[in-house]
Structures are given as C-alpha cells and as structure tokens.
C-alpha cells in the first residue's frame, strides 16, 4: 500500500501534494502511476493527518483534498484506490467516485460510519487509536498492549458484522504509534502472528515512524532502512498489507522474501 497524503501537515510527507486547483491533481497522479510502477497494488489516499498532536479539518476541506484525487487515478490508473478517513460523507462521496477500500483509524466508531461502510459494501481497515490524533500520546497506559489492542480490533470486528460488513472484507490494523509508547510498538510488532491468527488479514504500518527515530536516532529521510528491517518483520509474522512511503524498496524486499521463502524466483 502506497501512501499519498494529499494533506499540509502529514508527519512524513506533509504539503509535498498540497496545492490548490489541477496542478495537484496531476502532480498526485504522477505520483500515484510512480508507486503502482513501482510494486504498489494500493493507493492510500488522505486529506486529514493523523500526526500526534493534529488539527482536525472540516469535512469540506477533506471532500476537497480527496475527491478529486480519486475520481483521477480511478479514470487513470488500473490500481486499489484506498481512502484514509473516518467520515461517513467522505466514505459515501469515495466509494461511488471508485475507492475499493475504507482505511479508519477510528476502526468505523463515529456516528454513522458502520452504516455508510455497509451502505458502500466496500472492504474495511479498522485500526487501533486510543484516544485522539490530538491526545492519543498522553497518559498512555496498558495493563496489556497486546491483548487490549487485539481485544477491541476483534470487538470492532463483530459490531461490523453485526451491522452487515461481511466478514471477508474486514482487515485490522494495530495502529503502530496511535497511542502507544515505542515499547507498545516493539511488543505488538513482536508478537504480531498473535493477531494474524484470529483470522483477519492484518494491516501494518510502520513506515518512517518515530520508533524508528527513537531506535536509530535517525530523522524522517534517514529512515529507509530501518522501516525495511520493521516491514520485513511484519511480512514474515504474516501481515497481509504493509503501508509503505517508500514504495520500491519495500516491494524489492517482499519479493526477496517470498523468493526465499518459497524457494522459486516466480
């Protein structure tokens, strides 16, 4: 999964797509046919970043941000389209514009948003956040990361189901960073086939994130390698999707691994 922020103020790639009017819509869908050419088999696009510390946008603002994107590279490009929100409206407007996939940090807990899952029969990521993008790294406390995080991811699931999402169109995600400290991430990446095993696919994304800075002391463009060394854990723990920044390289990896893994260069 490619990531393309179409957002001032992402904490890696924030403003690079960030210009009013058709220059950015063509400046995204350059960048969109460079991550398919490049192994990508999704496209994430976002118009209101999930940082720490990030300032809500109004639902306009992200109609604005997102939609004419995805109208773009869905009459452009032979590719997932993926939209990165927690709003009812724009699941609705993303969905009849072309997008395969809802990717929630909220795991589809605001009002409304079950419904307009259901209502577009679209697949769902549903991510562990605790708290706000705003809040979620105070007072962050677990009496167990692993099975607090897996217990609400499978508690989401089931209310999904409840209200109609099929079973076969859920994904969890972990949320690495969303309200947990680089321990928390060190432990859920750890023990991540615990979470493969409750028989969802799983969602990672680690891609040039703090912990890495913590780990390496290195800044956002020094973090190529150590997101490789995390996703290639992810992969061999059996995460499904690996939502990735650096597109080429990462997919470089995952066909060595499978290579490996398989014993065939096929």
Do not use: W
């Not at 209310?159 to 972990?174: F, Y």
């Not at 956002?220 to 390289?249: C, F, T, Y």
């Amino acid at each position: 999964m490619g990531v393309l922020n179409i957002t001032p103020d992402s904490f890696s790639d924030g403003g690079a797509l960030h210009v009013a009017g058709r220059p950015a819509i063509d400046k995204a869908l350059l960048r969109a046919e460079k991550m398919l050419a490049e192994g990508a088999s999704i496209i994430d696009i976002g118009g209101e970043s999930t940082r720490p510390g990030a300032a809500s946008v109004s639902l306009q603002q992200e109609l604005d941000r997102v939609m004419p994107v995805i109208e773009a590279i869905g009459q452009s490009l032979d590719v997932i389209v993926s939209v990165d929100t927690s709003r009812p409206e724009v699941m609705r407007a993303a969905a009849t514009a072309g997008a395969g996939l809802l990717n929630d940090v909220r795991a589809l807990s605001r009002e409304g948003a079950e419904e307009a899952a259901v209502s577009t029969g679209l697949a769902v990521c549903l991510m562990h956040m605790r708290g706000e993008p705003g809040t979620m790294q105070e007072s962050i406390q677990y009496r167990n990361v692993l099975e607090e995080v897996g217990d609400y991811l499978l508690g989401r699931a089931q209310q999904c189901i409840e209200k109609g999402v099929l079973p076969g169109q859920i994904i969890l995600d972990p949320g690495f960073g969303f309200g947990k400290t680089p321990e928390h991430n060190l432990i859920l990446l750890n023990r991540l086939a615990l979470l493969v095993d409750r028989g969802y696919p799983v969602l990672v994304g680690l891609s040039r994130k703090s912990l890495i800075g913590k780990l390496l002391n290195r800044e956002l463009d020094q973090r190529l390698v150590g997101s490789l060394a995390l996703a290639s854990l992810a992969v061999s723990a059996g995460a499904s999707i690996i939502r990735a920044h650096d597109v080429a390289e990462t997919a470089d990896m995952i066909r060595v691994y499978q290579a490996v893994t398989r014993e065939s260069l096929v």
